[in-house]
C-alpha cells in the first residue's frame, strides 16, 4: 500500500506560479514512476509529467517549458513546478505512484485555478 498526500494547489493569475507536492508513505521502494496527472470538468484525467525511479523524466507536449517535475529522495516527496500558468491550466492536480499495470495509486487531488 502506498499513501500519497499532495498539497500546494490554490488561485493564481495569469503568468504566475505554484508548486504542487506530493508525499508518499507506505510501501514507496515498490514504485518505478511518479507522476501528475490532471482533469478537466467532464473529462478523462490526462498525463502531466512523470519521474521515473531512475529519474528520467517526461512531460506532455501542453506543459513542456512550463511545468517542471522533480524529487526529494530524503522526503519522499515529489514536486510539480508549474510556471507561466495559462487559465487552460485550471484543473484538479492529482498524483500518481506507478507500480505495474493494474497496480498504481493515486493522491487525493489538489484543485488548480488560473484567473485570467
Known amino acids: 500500500q502506498v499513501q500519497l498526500v499532495e498539497s500546494g494547489g490554490g488561485l493564481v493569475q495569469t503568468g504566475g506560479s505554484l508548486r504542487l507536492s506530493c508525499a508518499a508513505s507506505?510501501?514507496?521502494?515498490?514504485?518505478?514512476?511518479m507522476n501528475w496527472y490532471r482533469q478537466f470538468p467532464g473529462k478523462e484525467r490526462e498525463f502531466v509529467a512523470g519521474i521515473h525511479f531512475g529519474g528520467s523524466r517526461n512531460y506532455a507536449d501542453s506543459v513542456k517549458g512550463r511545468f517542471t517535475i522533480s524529487r526529494s529522495i530524503a522526503k519522499n516527496t515529489v514536486y510539480l513546478q508549474m510556471d507561466s500558468l495559462k487559465p487552460e491550466d485550471t484543473a484538479v492536480y492529482y498524483c500518481?505512484?506507478?507500480?505495474?499495470?493494474?497496480?498504481?495509486?493515486w493522491g487525493q487531488g489538489t484543485q488548480v485555478t488560473v484567473s485570467s
Open positions: 500518481n505512484a506507478f507500480m505495474s499495470r493494474d497496480n498504481d495509486y
Open positions: 507506505g510501501s514507496i521502494l515498490s514504485i518505478n514512476v
